[in-house]
T-cell receptor, first 113, second 114 residues
């Protein structure tokens, strides 16, 4: 069955630390890839997406993600996190054979001021 | 442009009761998807409606049903509630069907089953 795996359920970092959140999926065909973020008390919102082209995509608030097809991965990165990045981050994959998004379980990120 | 709205925001029900949740999508969006969110489980897809037709359904029992109206507003119904149905129910709207593009989420309805 198609699945999305987010390796860390909880991550705690200090401000200015670098961030990398892992996302792997199990599907060998073409995919659209998404990262969504849910800030405390706010709606889920799109952080960035990849459909095709340059595998390094940039999103809002200084986030970027790299699609590595050979590794079935779409890791999220930010060079220097801020306290306001405290949120839950979800990776989602849309396989071309499927008619729905497949979601990871989410990673709760806490940034210590 | 107004965002996705969901009503009610909070619900408390007892086992065996039924509940109806409502979602109004962003104007112009004809796709509405419903998700169940529980801690540690991420988002579990319930179903998607597009132009009043159910396009896809997740692995939930038949107690979970939905519909969409001609103005794209959607409702979700859960009958014979169980304790395990306690969750945050999210609605998302999109321009396209099938989950292939950005989805815009509402604030959710927090359902507690006692």
């Amino acid at each position: 069955a198609q699945s999305v795996s987010q390796h860390n359920h909880h991550v705690i970092l200090s401000e200015a630390a670098s961030l990398e959140l892992g996302c792997n999926y199990s599907y060998g065909g073409t995919v659209n890839l998404f990262w969504y973020v849910q800030y405390p008390g706010q709606h889920l919102q799109l952080l960035l997406k990849y459909f095709s082209g340059d595998p390094l995509v940039k999103g809002i608030k200084g986030f970027e993600a790299e699609f590595i097809k050979s590794k079935f991965s779409f890791n999220l990165r930010k060079p220097s996190v801020q306290w306001s990045d405290t949120a839950e981050y979800f990776c989602a994959v849309h396989p071309d054979s499927n008619y729905q998004l497949i979601w990871g379980a989410g990673t709760k990120l806490i940034i210590k001021p | 442009k107004a965002g996705v709205t969901q009503t009610p925001r909070y619900l408390i029900k007892t086992r065996g009761q039924q509940v109806t949740l409502s979602c109004s999508p962003i104007s112009g969006h004809r796709s509405v998807s419903w998700y169940q969110q529980t801690p540690g489980q991420g988002l579990q897809f319930l179903f998607e409606y597009f132009s009043e037709t159910q396009r896809n359904k997740g692995n939930f029992p038949g107690r979970f049903s939905g519909r969409q109206f001609s103005n794209s507003r959607s409702e979700m119904n859960v009958s014979t509630l169980e304790l395990g149905d306690s969750a945050l129910y999210l609605c998302a709207s999109s321009l396209v069907s099938g989950g292939g593009d950005e989805q815009f989420f509402g604030p959710g309805t927090r359902l507690t089953v006692l």
